[in-house]
């Protein structure tokens, strides 16, 4: 169980780190300060630990360290700050899809990967795209709103919900 | 957090084949994770090595070879559901990738690891069993190829060896007039865990008989089965309402389900009945279009 | 339901004064802090050399405990503490309601922190671990011994009421009863045409948020112990310092943003277990649960039998009800006594009963402890009452909205206990609107059965009035014209903090980001008081209107002098002074606030609002004011059923709840939105099952919570009646969302089926069983 050195690039910093090989990729993203990837089941129940590994959505206790070993990692707190949100983040906030706000940054990462492949999604479409991320305060009904809300503004053309 | 163990990460198949030999039985192999990772957390496995298969690029792939669809034992769930060959071709594999785990889970769990699991509930193996699919081991020594139906011993038990890999999955293709169907009684609509479940096959002749009929049952036995008295009722008839009726029947009857927290035995029989039913009813109208 | 198409009853006319920030959907102080995932939660804090904590707990449900023998786990390299109860001042968890001052310890309630020579339930906490890093706690878990002989144990309260059931703390098995009388039910009974007889039965379910819970403590330089923790009640301080030995003043409670509560928080969870660990080793300790420790250790909503008898007269008026109650307490009483009295005081449902007999009893077994959850008690009652309302309708032929008509709580009547309510009573405009929305019955498809269901409720908002609840606020204005609000209050998740913070910009006349609310802490904010029982608006709410509008009062005095008009003619807005009608006339708000400090004019103000107070009723009859007041609301679903498996899906799902007044709009629908689904929850999905005292749903694939595919999203209708006790005429909707949720439900299974299901959860393989009883 000896420790080996993994490159890691998290939110488009590379860091080079001495893992020993049962860390999962969450308690190594959480060791290194990605505290916005919250522990929430550590055994893909809840999604409340999912990154996108390499553009594809996983859920980060489901994966071991090593296994991401030169990978490219996006938290939730990579796709935007307070002062230039993602328009995911501020369509969370601004509809009243964030409450305790603990799913919210697995919630995130699950609509990032769903609008990269489907720009236009219908609502179906999110619901099946947060399957894996529970929640336990909306009701999903403002989750889904915020994300039909930012694709509209990440993609606003040829929007089918809103002919011109 | 999990127990210590050391993982290998090789390079090449036959690299992770030699260390699998090596290190047998004391060993697993790790793809996707979804599976192994909390068993190693519950305590389920106490391993002293585990083999980092994922990354093997030999695995990665869907193919057409010959008349065989070949789904490499790296690709994952999420792969198979993007598909085009297994659209054309297995499209009833598509239907129970769509409804395994979520989508987070399907982008790391493989169809390999789902097999190899062997949990009773596997949503990938009842497709695969109506598909006549053969599983492709690999060890250090060569290569075997097992007919699915064959490949399961008992609940996490299978014939691989500790120092075999799965490598693949076969699935010969379809003749045409081939129409399939899957099922899935789960508690709940998305990342549950099948009550029942199940994929039925009809192929049928130019007079509309049903030529050959595959019945696969999840979660209704120690292993995912095969209802065979129950084809075997449908084979050379044509699929009307009563033959279907009596094949669901017999399909209940191969049941050999268990109580737990999920379901009982009597509503996994029941439901078995009803929803081998259903779906043949649903292939017998669409065979027809 | 008898009718294809339901139209919504008119409201009264009510007139709300417009308000500048109150009732805007704003976006919440919190919610950027979060979606950016910058809010650091319990388990996302962490000290230099600091330790990490573990609980050694039972695995018995009923055993003495014969030898435990911590040495070999002490004598392990890296591991610093090793504490059982013979380590411990005061063993005793002391399960006062929380924050209350004078509340009377009632005998026999005492869970021990660590158990000692006896374990009662599967999770009893027995020894704490501290060591130098996860890895060695877990190893240190490993390495106690212990040895148990097995006692016999009670797993179901009927059981064990009876004479010679394993006692399991001592007199008896009976942790509480709690009685109704009024008026005289057998003189009731013979008035009736028509006497309904049912059983209700619902099981444990689990508060499952999704953060664990979790905690960091540590000593400081003054001997404060302070913990940093995601807790429900930061009063919990007091219990604390007397179960570790110290003063109340040393024991610090910082508590952080939480990831969902639901009453799961509210009892102690880890904050007793690291204040122990950071006084044993004067370090900084960690603990912080797996999700498979949270499902065992925390409390559950209880498990309740629930049998109905009502008399009613052709004509539909309900003469006389006699309720039975029995709950199942777990191994230790917690909260048990309060959840059975709001049960009990809510039996009835919101409907004019003369004559009423509620018998309640709360009893000892040994599975898992039981406590608060979201509604406390009262979906329990629900699920029962407004069944028995649509069974009773069905008997008298009688469509079940209008025989509830009939029997509809107005103001001015009185509650079974002789509670009069002075709040707006919109059962029926609820009701019927909720009916509405639903539109058109969708057809039956072969054996696919549509059903219509609805559910009233009535749920109190604030505490018990006997308790004596108060909550305090400070508000001030710094110079440059922001606003700081202190509140003690937890912001569970539900919007607490923000709805201060939009009252107070409202009342001080600044934009929202300008005020910042500091709060849940036990030492540098004024004691508010819980997040629990629907009090947080209602209490803290009306604290920092209290305070925000004494400090208005200064700064329109002052401005008062300076624009030689009178107080009244000026009012605050936008970061400004003005005269009211010339807006011209103004100056921005930091000037004024200046020229109050350069005057020495108290520029903050510390405000204490007061629930109404009473004294404790008669135990035997329950006579008397229980509650401030209570939300009304109802939820319909339209459900279908496969009658060949069994499962159900919600087609249609409608709530439509009178709020009094929304503070935060969307704030408010998402309580509504969110609380349903816990109620769809429990209405479908929920058990947690326990097998002879042994927890089987412990991981969430076996303790099934609803997805995002599992249910349509809920509809949320909001009134708006503008008569709660809260601020601006709010009441309360944290808990009553999900009150009536499963009797909807189990109406709209039985309505499309045609018999019914009578116990949580209707689950595929209940549906059938009902269905072969029925044929």
Redesign the interface.
Same mark, same amino acid.
């Given at each position: 169980?000896e420790p080996k050195l993994i490159t890691l690039t998290v939110n488009g910093h590379t860091h080079h780190v001495a893992l020993? /090989?049962?860390?999962?990729l969450l308690?190594a993203l959480r060791q290194m300060g990605y505290?916005?990837?919250?522990?929430? !089941?550590?055994?893909?129940? !809840?999604?409340?630990c999912?990154v996108l590994l390499n553009g594809?959505?996983?859920?980060s206790?489901?994966?071991?360290a090593? =296994?991401a070993?030169g990978a490219e990692v996006l938290?939730?707190?990579g796709?935007?700050?307070?002062e230039h949100?993602h328009p995911l =983040?501020?369509a969370?906030?601004?509809?009243?899809a964030?409450? !305790?706000?603990?799913?919210? /940054?697995g919630m995130?990462i699950?609509a990032k990967?769903?609008l990269d492949r489907t720009p236009y999604p219908t609502e179906e479409q999110?619901?099946?795209?947060?399957?894996?991320?529970?929640?336990? !305060?909306?009701?999903?009904?403002?989750?889904?709103q915020a994300i039909q809300v930012a694709a509209e503004k990440i993609s606003p053309a040829a929007s089918p919900a809103k002919p011109e | 957090m999990l127990p210590e163990f050391e993982l290998l990460m090789p390079r090449t198949l036959p690299e992770a084949l030699e260390m699998l030999a090596e290190h047998a039985p004391d060993v697993m192999p790790v793809a996707g994770g979804t599976n192994l990772i909390p068993d190693m957390r519950s305590g389920r496995y106490r391993l002293r090595w585990v083999v980092n298969v994922a990354s093997l690029l030999e695995l990665q792939a869907i193919r057409r070879e010959d008349g065989w669809l070949v789904i490499g034992a790296g690709v994952t769930v999420a792969q198979v559901l993007d598909d085009p060959l297994v659209a054309q071709y297995a499209p009833v594999l598509r239907e129970a990738a769509a409804l395994l785990g979520n989508p987070l889970v399907r982008n790391r769990a493989t169809v390999a690891g789902n097999l190899a699991d062997a949990s009773p509930a596997a949503d990938m193996a009842p497709p695969l069993l109506a598909l006549d699919a053969e599983v492709e081991l690999a060890s250090n020594q060569g290569t075997r190829r097992v007919l699915l139906r064959d490949f399961f011993l008992g609940v996490r038990r299978t014939v691989r060896q500790p120092h075999e890999l799965v490598t693949g999955v076969r699935v010969p293709l379809p003749p045409p007039r081939s129409v399939t169907a899957f099922y899935k009684i789960g508690l709940r609509e998305a990342d549950a865990i099948a009550v029942a479940s199940g994929a039925v096959r009809m192929d049928r002749d130019e007079s509309g008989r049903c030529r050959l009929v595959r019945i696969a049952l999840g979660s209704v036995a120690p292993t995912p089965i095969r209802a065979c008295q129950a084809e075997a009722a449908l084979e050379g008839r044509l699929p009307e309402p009563e033959p279907i009726a009596e094949a669901a029947r017999l399909a209940a009857e191969a049941t050999r389900p268990i109580d737990d927290i999920r379901g009982s035995a009597t509503y996994r029989r029941h439901v078995t009945e009803v929803m081998v039913r259903r779906t043949l009813t649903e292939c017998a109208a669409r065979s027809t279009e | 339901m008898r009718k294809k198409r339901y139209t919504a009853k008119p409201l009264p006319p009510v007139e709300l004064p417009e308000l500048r920030l109150v009732g805007k959907p704003l976006r919440r102080v919190d919610a950027l802090g979060k979606a950016t995932g910058a809010t650091v939660y319990a388990g996302d804090f962490f000290m230099p050399h600091m330790l990490h904590a573990r609980v050694f707990r039972s695995t018995e449900p009923s055993a003495r405990i014969r030898r435990l023998d911590v040495s070999r786990a002490r004598a392990l390299p890296g591991v610093a503490c090793v504490l059982t109860a013979e380590d411990l001042p005061d063993s005793r968890l002391i399960t006062d309601i929380p924050g209350q001052t004078g509340q009377r310890v009632r005998k026999g309630s005492e869970a021990p922190v660590l158990a000692s020579d006896r374990v009662r339930y599967v999770g009893e906490p027995i020894a704490l671990v501290a060591a130098e890093t996860p890895e060695i706690a877990e190893r240190a878990l490993e390495l106690i011994e212990i040895e148990y002989e097995p006692l016999p144990g009670v797993f179901d309260p009927i059981e064990a009421m009876k004479p010679g059931a394993p006692v399991v703390y001592e007199p008896d098995n009976i942790v509480a009863r709690w009685k109704i009388r009024k008026g005289d039910v057998r003189a009731g009974m013979e008035m009736a045409d028509l006497v309904v007889e049912n059983t209700y039965r619902v099981p444990f379910v689990d508060h499952a948020y999704i953060e664990p819970e979790g905690g960091v403590a540590w000593v400081d330089e003054r001997g404060v112990i302070n913990i940093r923790v995601s807790t429900q009640v930061v009063e919990h301080f007091r219990s604390i310092a007397r179960a570790v030995g110290v003063p109340h003043n040393k024991i610090h409670i910082i508590g952080t943003m939480l990831g969902g509560g639901f009453g799961g928080k509210e009892d102690i969870t880890v904050e007793i277990f690291l204040a122990l660990l950071a006084k044993h080793t004067r370090r900084p300790v960690r603990l912080v649960y797996t999700r498979e420790e949270s499902l065992i250790a925390h409390s559950k909503r209880h498990p309740f039998i629930i049998t109905h008898r009502t008399g009613v007269r052709r004509d539909g008026r309900i003469t006389a009800a006699e309720i039975e109650m029995i709950s199942d307490a777990g191994a230790y009483p917690y909260l048990s006594p309060y959840v059975l009295l709001y049960a009990v005081v809510m039996a009835t449902g919101p409907y004019r009963i003369p004559n009423v007999r509620v018998d309640g009893v709360t009893v000892a077994t040994n599975n898992p402890f039981t406590s608060a959850f979201r509604g406390f008690g009262g979906p329990q009652a629900a699920f029962a009452y407004e069944q028995q309302m649509d069974e009773i309708a069905r008997a008298l032929d009688m469509d079940p909205l209008e025989f509830r008509r009939i029997n509809y709580l107005r103001t001015g009547d009185q509650t079974a206990t002789g509670q009069v309510i002075e709040s707006a009573v919109w059962l029926e405009e609820t009701a019927s609107r909720a009916l509405e929305a639903l539109g058109e019955k969708t057809p039956d498809q072969g054996p696919v059965k549509i059903g219509w269901g609805f559910a009233s409720y009535f749920q109190s908002y604030g505490r018990i009035t006997w308790l004596h609840d108060t909550s305090q606020a400070w508000v001030g204005l710094e110079l440059d014209g922001t606003v700081v609000v202190r509140s003690g209050i937890p912001e569970l998740g539900a919007g607490q903090v923000n709805s201060l913070a939009q009252i107070a910009a409202e009342v001080l006349g600044v934009p929202l980001e300008q005020v910042t609310v500091y709060s849940t802490d036990s030492a540098l904010t004024p004691l508010a008081g819980t997040s629990t029982a629907t009090r947080g608006l209602y209490m803290s709410g009306n604290a920092v209107l209290q305070a925000a509008s004494t400090v208005r009062r200064v700064l329109l005095d002052r401005a008062s002098k300076h624009f030689e008009e009178p107080p009244d003619n000026l009012d605050l807005a936008d970061g400004r002074v003005f005269v009211r009608g010339r807006p011209e006339e103004s100056m921005p708000l930091a000037e004024l606030v200046r020229m109050c400090a350069a005057e020495g004019l108290p520029l903050s103000n510390l405000a204490l609002f007061k629930a109404p107070f009473t004294d404790p009723l008669d135990p035997e009859n329950l006579q008397g004011r229980v509650f401030p007041d209570f939300t009304f609301g109802a939820h319909a679903v339209e459900v279908a059923v496969d009658t060949e498996t069994g499962q159900v899906r919600v087609l249609k799902n409608v709530a439509c709840h009178d709020v009094g007044r929304a503070i935060n709009r969307a704030a408010v629908e998402g309580q509504i939105e969110g609380g349903s689904f816990q109620g769809l929850g429990y209405a479908l999905l929920e058990e947690y099952v326990v097998k002879e005292g042994r927890p089987q749903s412990v991981t969430l694939s076996e303790y099934l919570i609803p997805t995002s595919m599992d249910f349509v999203p809920t509809k949320a209708i909001v009134l708006e009646s503008g008569t709660g006790l809260g601020p601006f005429g709010a009441k309360g909707i944290g808990e009553p969302p999900l009150t009536p949720v499963a009797a909807a439900v189990a109406n709209a299974v039985a309505d499309a089926i045609g018999v019914r299901v009578r116990e949580l959860p209707i689950t595929p393989e209940r549906v059938l069983e009902a269905l072969k009883r029925a044929s």
């Amino acid at each position: 169980m000896e420790p080996k050195l993994i490159t890691l690039t998290v939110n488009g910093h590379t860091h080079h780190v001495a893992l020993k /090989p049962n860390v999962t990729l969450l308690h190594a993203l959480r060791q290194m300060g990605y505290i916005d990837v919250k522990d929430g !089941c550590e055994k893909g129940d !809840c999604g409340a630990c999912a990154v996108l590994l390499n553009g594809r959505a996983v859920n980060s206790c489901l994966v071991l360290a090593w =296994q991401a070993d030169g990978a490219e990692v996006l938290t939730a707190a990579g796709l935007g700050t307070a002062e230039h949100p993602h328009p995911l =983040q501020e369509a969370f906030a601004d509809v009243g899809a964030v409450q !305790c706000g603990y799913c919210t /940054p697995g919630m995130l990462i699950a609509a990032k990967a769903l609008l990269d492949r489907t720009p236009y999604p219908t609502e179906e479409q999110i619901r099946e795209g947060i399957s894996g991320n529970l929640c336990r !305060c909306t009701g999903y009904a403002k989750i889904i709103q915020a994300i039909q809300v930012a694709a509209e503004k990440i993609s606003p053309a040829a929007s089918p919900a809103k002919p011109e | 957090m999990l127990p210590e163990f050391e993982l290998l990460m090789p390079r090449t198949l036959p690299e992770a084949l030699e260390m699998l030999a090596e290190h047998a039985p004391d060993v697993m192999p790790v793809a996707g994770g979804t599976n192994l990772i909390p068993d190693m957390r519950s305590g389920r496995y106490r391993l002293r090595w585990v083999v980092n298969v994922a990354s093997l690029l030999e695995l990665q792939a869907i193919r057409r070879e010959d008349g065989w669809l070949v789904i490499g034992a790296g690709v994952t769930v999420a792969q198979v559901l993007d598909d085009p060959l297994v659209a054309q071709y297995a499209p009833v594999l598509r239907e129970a990738a769509a409804l395994l785990g979520n989508p987070l889970v399907r982008n790391r769990a493989t169809v390999a690891g789902n097999l190899a699991d062997a949990s009773p509930a596997a949503d990938m193996a009842p497709p695969l069993l109506a598909l006549d699919a053969e599983v492709e081991l690999a060890s250090n020594q060569g290569t075997r190829r097992v007919l699915l139906r064959d490949f399961f011993l008992g609940v996490r038990r299978t014939v691989r060896q500790p120092h075999e890999l799965v490598t693949g999955v076969r699935v010969p293709l379809p003749p045409p007039r081939s129409v399939t169907a899957f099922y899935k009684i789960g508690l709940r609509e998305a990342d549950a865990i099948a009550v029942a479940s199940g994929a039925v096959r009809m192929d049928r002749d130019e007079s509309g008989r049903c030529r050959l009929v595959r019945i696969a049952l999840g979660s209704v036995a120690p292993t995912p089965i095969r209802a065979c008295q129950a084809e075997a009722a449908l084979e050379g008839r044509l699929p009307e309402p009563e033959p279907i009726a009596e094949a669901a029947r017999l399909a209940a009857e191969a049941t050999r389900p268990i109580d737990d927290i999920r379901g009982s035995a009597t509503y996994r029989r029941h439901v078995t009945e009803v929803m081998v039913r259903r779906t043949l009813t649903e292939c017998a109208a669409r065979s027809t279009e | 339901m008898r009718k294809k198409r339901y139209t919504a009853k008119p409201l009264p006319p009510v007139e709300l004064p417009e308000l500048r920030l109150v009732g805007k959907p704003l976006r919440r102080v919190d919610a950027l802090g979060k979606a950016t995932g910058a809010t650091v939660y319990a388990g996302d804090f962490f000290m230099p050399h600091m330790l990490h904590a573990r609980v050694f707990r039972s695995t018995e449900p009923s055993a003495r405990i014969r030898r435990l023998d911590v040495s070999r786990a002490r004598a392990l390299p890296g591991v610093a503490c090793v504490l059982t109860a013979e380590d411990l001042p005061d063993s005793r968890l002391i399960t006062d309601i929380p924050g209350q001052t004078g509340q009377r310890v009632r005998k026999g309630s005492e869970a021990p922190v660590l158990a000692s020579d006896r374990v009662r339930y599967v999770g009893e906490p027995i020894a704490l671990v501290a060591a130098e890093t996860p890895e060695i706690a877990e190893r240190a878990l490993e390495l106690i011994e212990i040895e148990y002989e097995p006692l016999p144990g009670v797993f179901d309260p009927i059981e064990a009421m009876k004479p010679g059931a394993p006692v399991v703390y001592e007199p008896d098995n009976i942790v509480a009863r709690w009685k109704i009388r009024k008026g005289d039910v057998r003189a009731g009974m013979e008035m009736a045409d028509l006497v309904v007889e049912n059983t209700y039965r619902v099981p444990f379910v689990d508060h499952a948020y999704i953060e664990p819970e979790g905690g960091v403590a540590w000593v400081d330089e003054r001997g404060v112990i302070n913990i940093r923790v995601s807790t429900q009640v930061v009063e919990h301080f007091r219990s604390i310092a007397r179960a570790v030995g110290v003063p109340h003043n040393k024991i610090h409670i910082i508590g952080t943003m939480l990831g969902g509560g639901f009453g799961g928080k509210e009892d102690i969870t880890v904050e007793i277990f690291l204040a122990l660990l950071a006084k044993h080793t004067r370090r900084p300790v960690r603990l912080v649960y797996t999700r498979e420790e949270s499902l065992i250790a925390h409390s559950k909503r209880h498990p309740f039998i629930i049998t109905h008898r009502t008399g009613v007269r052709r004509d539909g008026r309900i003469t006389a009800a006699e309720i039975e109650m029995i709950s199942d307490a777990g191994a230790y009483p917690y909260l048990s006594p309060y959840v059975l009295l709001y049960a009990v005081v809510m039996a009835t449902g919101p409907y004019r009963i003369p004559n009423v007999r509620v018998d309640g009893v709360t009893v000892a077994t040994n599975n898992p402890f039981t406590s608060a959850f979201r509604g406390f008690g009262g979906p329990q009652a629900a699920f029962a009452y407004e069944q028995q309302m649509d069974e009773i309708a069905r008997a008298l032929d009688m469509d079940p909205l209008e025989f509830r008509r009939i029997n509809y709580l107005r103001t001015g009547d009185q509650t079974a206990t002789g509670q009069v309510i002075e709040s707006a009573v919109w059962l029926e405009e609820t009701a019927s609107r909720a009916l509405e929305a639903l539109g058109e019955k969708t057809p039956d498809q072969g054996p696919v059965k549509i059903g219509w269901g609805f559910a009233s409720y009535f749920q109190s908002y604030g505490r018990i009035t006997w308790l004596h609840d108060t909550s305090q606020a400070w508000v001030g204005l710094e110079l440059d014209g922001t606003v700081v609000v202190r509140s003690g209050i937890p912001e569970l998740g539900a919007g607490q903090v923000n709805s201060l913070a939009q009252i107070a910009a409202e009342v001080l006349g600044v934009p929202l980001e300008q005020v910042t609310v500091y709060s849940t802490d036990s030492a540098l904010t004024p004691l508010a008081g819980t997040s629990t029982a629907t009090r947080g608006l209602y209490m803290s709410g009306n604290a920092v209107l209290q305070a925000a509008s004494t400090v208005r009062r200064v700064l329109l005095d002052r401005a008062s002098k300076h624009f030689e008009e009178p107080p009244d003619n000026l009012d605050l807005a936008d970061g400004r002074v003005f005269v009211r009608g010339r807006p011209e006339e103004s100056m921005p708000l930091a000037e004024l606030v200046r020229m109050c400090a350069a005057e020495g004019l108290p520029l903050s103000n510390l405000a204490l609002f007061k629930a109404p107070f009473t004294d404790p009723l008669d135990p035997e009859n329950l006579q008397g004011r229980v509650f401030p007041d209570f939300t009304f609301g109802a939820h319909a679903v339209e459900v279908a059923v496969d009658t060949e498996t069994g499962q159900v899906r919600v087609l249609k799902n409608v709530a439509c709840h009178d709020v009094g007044r929304a503070i935060n709009r969307a704030a408010v629908e998402g309580q509504i939105e969110g609380g349903s689904f816990q109620g769809l929850g429990y209405a479908l999905l929920e058990e947690y099952v326990v097998k002879e005292g042994r927890p089987q749903s412990v991981t969430l694939s076996e303790y099934l919570i609803p997805t995002s595919m599992d249910f349509v999203p809920t509809k949320a209708i909001v009134l708006e009646s503008g008569t709660g006790l809260g601020p601006f005429g709010a009441k309360g909707i944290g808990e009553p969302p999900l009150t009536p949720v499963a009797a909807a439900v189990a109406n709209a299974v039985a309505d499309a089926i045609g018999v019914r299901v009578r116990e949580l959860p209707i689950t595929p393989e209940r549906v059938l069983e009902a269905l072969k009883r029925a044929s």
